[in-house]
């Protein structure tokens, strides 16, 4: 082989092996610009694909469990930034607090974060209060009706345009409406039906209503104009539904039972 070929390959060997650590640090630089993966959680005893719970060691819930594979395979430690609720989460996505979360999509939400592949669909519906009368959402939304709903989340916004009558209330925490609905001061709370059924279990009397008024889609999410790392964590969620990831994440935190829903 000439020596100026030989020379030439060498040079372009010798780039690429360059070229790949460089992308590598493109990434971490966006997507762990603190030299941690930075995870944004929102902590209830709800449970579910979405929710994730505070544990004497830490935390615990599915988008705890992606983290920590996330950054695993990033090669970075994470770090878990805790909010009361999704609508708290998508307030910060402009202000560099996080660098990544789980989270239902809607489409205002689309517009202060960029989401990757849906990894959950549920079906929204009402829980009414023990003694209620009320029996479907006809029954429901009646003038002076009080419908909860965890504030400024795709659930609320649904409920809001569902209910014609019936007033929505947003409130900050789960524990807060778990509290008024089992006192009586709430008529209903408007929430994922497999999360319902679990209150409806620890709050005798209530009733989780047949109909559905929307499904919510959770998916990944990245804040706006991170391109590198929407790229990334599209390739992350598309293995870890094929690979086993997601599985085990929703096996070991209770979810057994439900099945993986992508669409």
């Known amino acids: 082989m000439p020596t100026s070929l030989h020379s030439g390959l060498a040079g372009l060997v010798l780039a690429a092996m360059v070229a790949m650590p460089a ?17 944004a959680i929102a902590i209830s005893p709800a449970g579910g694909a979405f929710w994730s719970t505070k544990t004497e060691a830490g935390y615990a819930g599915v988008p705890v469990d992606l983290g920590k594979a996330m950054a695993a395979q990033l090669g970075v430690p ?60 006809a029954t429901l939304d009646q003038p002076g009706f009080k419908v909860a709903a965890v504030n400024a989340t795709t659930t609320m916004r649904g409920a809001i345009a569902h209910l014609k009558h019936a007033t929505v209330t947003g409130y900050q925490t789960y524990d807060e409406i778990f509290g008024l609905l089992r006192s009586g001061e709430i008529d209903a709370f408007a929430l994922s039906r497999d999360q319902l059924n679990k209150m409806a279990q620890k709050i005798p009397g209530t009733k989780v209503l047949d109909e559905t008024f929307k499904k919510t889609v959770t998916a990944v999410a990245v804040p706006l104009g991170h391109q590198q790392a929407l790229a990334f964590v599209t390739k992350f969620m598309t293995e870890a539904t094929t690979n086993g990831t997601l599985r085990k994440a929703y096996d070991d935190n209770g979810l057994k039972d439900s099945q993986i829903r992508t669409e």
């Open 78 to 137: 994470v770090e878990y930034v805790v909010h009361q609720n999704s609508g708290q989460i998508t307030d910060a996505a402009s202000k560099g607090t996080w660098d990544v979360t789980w989270l239902p999509r809607d489409p205002e939400r689309e517009t202060k974060m960029m989401f990757g592949p849906i990894y959950e669909v549920a079906d929204a519906t009402y829980i009414v209060k023990p003694g209620s009368a009320v029996t479907n959402f």
């Open 23 to 39: 992308l590598a640090d493109g990434l971490k630089d966006e997507i762990a610009p603190t030299g941690k993966l930075r995870v």
